[in-house]
């Protein structure tokens, strides 16, 4: 887990228009993103950033994303990093060959950037279940999404279903500042139409209950820019729990 919560993914494909689609749509899941042209600059990115999983395209200049993946799959450290195939060869030989070389799944272009998401989250969760453990807690203050209970130290927090979902975003990303439009596209959806200042009320009402009298707050507000969860509310503390 490179040392806090956030997740990072390895994108290797030449073509660089998927590339940065590809980019866009994992950043703004929350992912930390590398991307590579080559085989050869991939195998150098993932020795030196150690990713939490590979996008490969089969078709590389250099060395072919099989080749890229059988190498991987040669390096102790990235052994057990779920690597997804990308690929326009969509024969069921070519697949088997792709998952017999080590990959743990198989998407032929074109493709739905939702589907990829999703089979995305799907293996992290299959190969790597660390990663998107239930329990996510900063220092005393916890989420557990799979009873969707808060707790703050022995003191449960009961909050409404926006308060719950923005206290998740902000936790996920210790010190990261989003602004009010970023919120109510990840907390409410795009598609929905909430004036900024919405984002303001329910701040404060998550405050409100997160806080009793003279216990500090980890809701930062940065002037003019948003919020965020304070990355020194545990000293440091932040991690995902099995």
Known sequence: MNGHSERTVLIVEDEEALATLLRYNLEREGYRVFESR??????????????????????????????????????????NVPIVMLTARGEETDRIRGLDTGADDYIVK???????LARVRAVMRRVRPALVEDLLEIGEISIDRGNHRVRRGERDIHLGPTEYRLLDQLMQHPGRVFSREQLLDT???SDIYVEARTV????????????????????????SAGYSFDETFAKSDARMIG
């Open 187 to 189: 907390v409410w959806g």
């Open 38 to 79: 080559d085989g050869e600059d991939a195998l150098l990115l993932a020795d030196e950033n150690k990713p939490d999983l590979v996008l490969l395209d089969w078709m590389l200049p250099k060395l072919s994303g099989i080749e890229i993946c059988r190498r991987l799959r040669g390096r102790g450290h990235m052994r």
């Open 200 to 223: 303001d009320v329910h701040v404060g009402r998550l405050r409100k209950a997160l806080n009793n009298t003279g216990e500090r707050d980890p809701i930062r507000t940065v002037r």
């Open 110 to 116: 074109p493709f739905s950037m939702n589907e990829l």
